[in-house]
């Protein structure tokens, strides 16, 4: 599956387009991991427990975006982005969305 945030692919042609497709998953923190990173909070310094939570969260947004387009028989999706909402105190959504198309 070629995957792209422009709206082409550079080389390839669209022969059909085939819509929005989209993957989302929901995180909560660790009280662990918010417990130090408070702490780290206080003196500076990168999150790395909350980069790593929510790279992992893009990873199974963008795979479940990716098993619609299959699902609809594309194999490729362009124009992708990412979204980020706050669903309940220390719960965010991570939404991956794009369009699905066939390329030559």
Not at 1 to 28: E, F, Y
Request: charged share 15%; hydrophobic share 45%; net charge neutral.
């Amino acid at each position: 599956m070629l995957i792209s945030n422009i709206d082409v692919i550079p080389g390839k042609n669209i022969v059909q387009h085939i819509g929005l497709v989209q993957g989302s998953t929901v995180r909560a923190k660790h009280v662990g991991k918010d417990i130090l990173a408070g702490l780290r909070n206080i003196v500076g310094g990168e999150l790395s427990a909350y980069t790593e939570l929510l790279q992992e969260s893009r990873q199974s947004a963008t795979d479940r975006m990716i098993a619609q387009a299959q699902d609809l028989g594309a194999n490729a999706i362009i124009n992708i982005r990412f979204s980020t909402a706050a669903i309940a105190a220390g719960a965010s959504e991570i939404l991956a969305y794009g369009t699905a198309v066939i390329i030559d």
